[in-house]
């Protein structure tokens, strides 16, 4: 059974930094596209940052420059950098695993984290 496990949400002072981390099973992680998204309250689900196995990663254009998505391949681990934080990046963060494109497997094709509540408040 694969499960996506997050960690690393709180409360945190605007301008102030987080970082989450979603570790899931080996079987998945080396070919499936790993991201994060995030739910404010009365709002849709919205993507924050992608990142493939290999290639670039992809962000939303509200947290460009402030986010940093990274992938640690020996330890099946993706983490989300979030400095500058703003209270409008308050919201349910969710882990994702999408299976890349041209691969196929027994396992679903995607899976999702249960959330980490980031909540940026002064």
């Known amino acids: 059974q694969v499960q996506l496990v997050e960690s690393g949400g709180g409360l945190v002072q605007p301008g102030g930094s987080l970082r989450l981390s979603c570790a899931t099973s080996r079987s998945i992680f080396p070919i499936y596209v790993m991201g994060w998204y995030r739910q404010a309250p009365g709002k849709q689900r919205e993507m924050v940052a992608t990142?493939?196995?290999?290639?670039?990663?992809n962000y939303a254009e509200s947290v460009k420059g402030r986010f940093t998505i990274s992938r640690d391949n020996a330890n099946n681990t993706v983490y989300l950098q979030m400095n500058s934080l703003k209270p409008e990046d308050t919201g349910v963060y969710y882990c994702n695993a999408e299976l890349e494109v041209g691969w196929s497997t027994d396992y679903d094709d995607e899976y999702w984290g249960q959330g980490t509540q980031v909540t940026v408040s002064s």
């Open positions: 990142i493939p196995s290999s290639g670039s990663a």
